[in-house]
């Protein structure tokens, strides 16, 4: 897991919610390489709540890997399929042995047969790839630990396997700040000890809009999690994804100084 940390010993994540084009990806690696982040996010595959568009899908592939790769970056995406992990698979040959990527769970695929033939595509392959598992959207902590279980069962080994916590669907609770989900640090946590293996926190889907994502990246730092993954846009409000919750990398760069000044 050491290739994914930053300077400071932390798994730092960031890029835009999905890629749109080379440019839009070129601009924000430009701007986040400056910053010292090792991986760039960058979904091509995009559940929706409502029909719309759902990223590049296969045709971003090379460039997700084309602008990330070649400048000592790992890239990371959602996969939703299998075929999705084997693609990428299949992709990353090109850059050699040591090419490194990372792929996760979303919280609304849970279906623990995908998510078993995710794992083992990538556990047979032997390529360099980290599996990263977010919470489901409901608050179940049995279920989370239960995600983990099955990348393990299915021949994932335990040192790519990271976890990542979005918060749960709020429901009927109170929810007085709007937060698009609401985070349970503390379950984090314990899912973080049961499972030994590294908890990253997703300020972004939690918040939902730039200001709460800054609280909950602030709050975040209260807590021993392993990294954080969040959602960076040179230009949020155009975004075809998640414009409200994007950070603009100068946002992330005020973070991090905070994040360095305290170590
Ligand atoms: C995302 O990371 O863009 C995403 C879709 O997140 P989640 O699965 O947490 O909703
Ligand atoms: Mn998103």
């Known amino acids: ?105 979303g919280a609304r695929n849970q279906n623990h047969i995908e998510q078993q033939r995710i794992a083992r595509v990538i556990a047979e392959s032997g390529a360099n790839i980290y599996l990263m598992a977010k919470n489901q959207a409901w608050h179940d902590e049995r279920h989370w630990v239960g995600i983990c279980e099955h990348l393990l069962s299915a021949g994932m080994p335990k040192d790519k396997v990271m976890l990542c916590h979005r918060g749960f669907s709020p429901g009927l609770l109170p929810n007085p700040k709007g937060y698009r989900n609401l985070p349970d640090m503390l379950m984090a946590m314990r899912v973080q000890a049961k499972t030994e293996v590294p908890m990253i926190l997703d300020p972004s889907h939690i918040g939902g809009t730039r200001d709460n994502v800054i609280d909950i990246m602030l709050e975040g730092e209260l807590y021993p999690f392993d990294g954080m993954i969040v959602e960076v846009h040179c230009h949020p409000e155009k975004a075809l994804t998640d414009a409200k919750q994007q950070l603009k990398p100068q946002q992330l760069r005020q973070h991090i100084d905070r994040l360095e000044a305290v170590q």
């Open 1 to 105: 897991m050491d290739e994914l940390k930053n300077n400071f010993g932390k798994i730092l994540i960031a890029g835009p919610c999905a890629l749109e084009s080379r440019q839009q990806l070129r601009e924000c690696v430009k701007a986040l390489k400056e910053d010292g982040i090792k991986v760039i996010r960058a979904s091509l595959w995009k559940p929706r709540t409502k029909p719309g568009w759902e990223g590049l899908g296969d045709e971003g592939i090379d460039i997700l890997l084309g602008e990330t790769i070649p400048q000592g970056l790992i890239p990371a995406t959602e996969v939703i399929y299998a075929e999705h992990a084997e693609k990428i698979i299949h992709a990353l040959k090109k850059y050699g042995e040591k090419a490194t990527a990372v792929l996760w769970l």
